[in-house]
DNA sequence: GCCATAAGTCATCAATCGATGACTTCAAGT
DNA sequence: ACTTGAAGTCATCGATTGATGACTTATGGC
């Protein structure tokens, strides 16, 4: 039953067990805010103890960093081309949670702007991760101001849609309003 | 010493005390998130016994039922005139703490956009009377998918400026990008 | 001036949380 | 095969939370 998982695997796998926290870590945190996310429920997701939680990350504080470290990398979703951003990035937000897989990060960042001692954190990252490489890939007059009001948009439309499931954003008027999304983004391109 | 607050009231006032929870309950929601809100911090800012803030309000819950409701109400705040909607609501959105009296429960909003069982409750008071407003206001086609555009770009602006801090809000390049947010706004109305 | 009732205070409960340390079990190196 | 150290388990601590009930104090009608 348990062994069911990975093909090979001693069972005791250290760096598996992990990277299994650290997943299910991952989907909890995108899901619930931060203080509603407890350590035994990692835990439970993962399959294994709850000391182990402690033991392989230090404390939850650091379990939620290893789980926003790195987790926003736009570059790679949008440097290719710059004419299809706004369609790009308004469908991997307002997209279902199963796809998007580079946006999980997203979602945690919209549910811990709550926490005086987390959002430094995330709000950092999501700095570092998208609003400055967005600056920098935009270029031209006011780069920096377009990323932030893009930044913006793409925060406020994964609230809407994911944090307060918003009515208007699913359905046939959620189609109309997606393609007046990605129009608003793509003008300030 | 304590009784320089209000000028009359025989010093027990069952009125004036569930007021003041409430006014100190408003306040720290609109700072801290709905989970790392104590009913003790709510009771010590008002000044009050913590065991009152149960006694009135019947569980923490209600307390922030009663914080929101009625919080949004942005019709009387652009019901004049709608030429300039945008750059009312991003002054309103962007401008300090002590002013933007009625979009306090703004800032409520997106500290408690991750509690499963509070989301609800102020999804539907946003969409009750700030969304569904807006797009009676806004007429012609597409209105309900305009207002909901606009609902999501301040919602954004709301949490990169008061939930992130982010930088690029602040300075001169944040008044550049408050001209493009407010332009942008405009453009849906 | 008294007294019934509302308003406020205090102590405390039960639940939950993150975290720790001692103990047990497995896997690998020799 | 035996030993050694890592990996996993278990029990529990201390702090904090929301909430409750018994008790005390003040207020206003008579």
């Known amino acids: 039953m348990k062994s069911s998982r990975e093909p090979t695997g001693p069972a005791r796998n250290a760096a598996q067990t992990r990277e299994r926290i650290l997943a299910a870590a991952r989907v909890r945190f995108?899901?619930?805010?931060y203080e509603n996310v407890g350590t035994r429920d990692v835990a439970a997701d993962a399959g294994v103890d709850a000391a182990l939680v402690s033991r392989y990350f230090g404390s939850k504080e650091?379990?939620?960093?290893?789980?926003?470290?790195?987790?926003?990398?736009v570059e790679e979703h949008l440097s290719e081309h710059l004419s299809g951003l706004g369609k790009?990035?308004?469908d991997q937000v307002l997209g279902d949670a199963r796809e998007a897989a580079g946006f999980d990060a997203l979602r945690v960042l919209l549910r811990a702007a709550g926490n005086p001692a987390i959002a430094p954190l995330v709000?950092?990252?999501?700095?570092?991760?998208?609003?400055r490489p967005l600056a920098r890939l935009l270029r031209g007059r006011d780069a920096e101001a377009r990323a932030a009001l893009i930044a913006a948009y793409v925060?406020?439309?994964?609230?809407?849609r994911h944090g307060l499931d918003a009515p208007a954003w699913t359905g046939a008027s959620g189609?109309?309003?997606?393609?007046?999304?990605?129009a608003a983004i793509q003008a300030c391109v």
């Not at 925060?155 to 809407?160: E, N, Q, Y």
């Not at 189609?175 to 990605?182: E, H, Q, S, W």
């Open 30 to 33: 995108s899901r619930h805010s």
């Open 123 to 131: 709000a950092g990252q999501f700095q570092r991760e998208f609003v």
């Open 88 to 90: 790009h990035l308004v």
């Open 62 to 73: 650091k379990l939620f960093a290893a789980v926003i470290e790195g987790g926003f990398r």
């Open 175 to 182: 189609r109309k309003a997606a393609a007046l999304a990605a």
């Open 155 to 160: 925060i406020g439309l994964a609230t809407m």
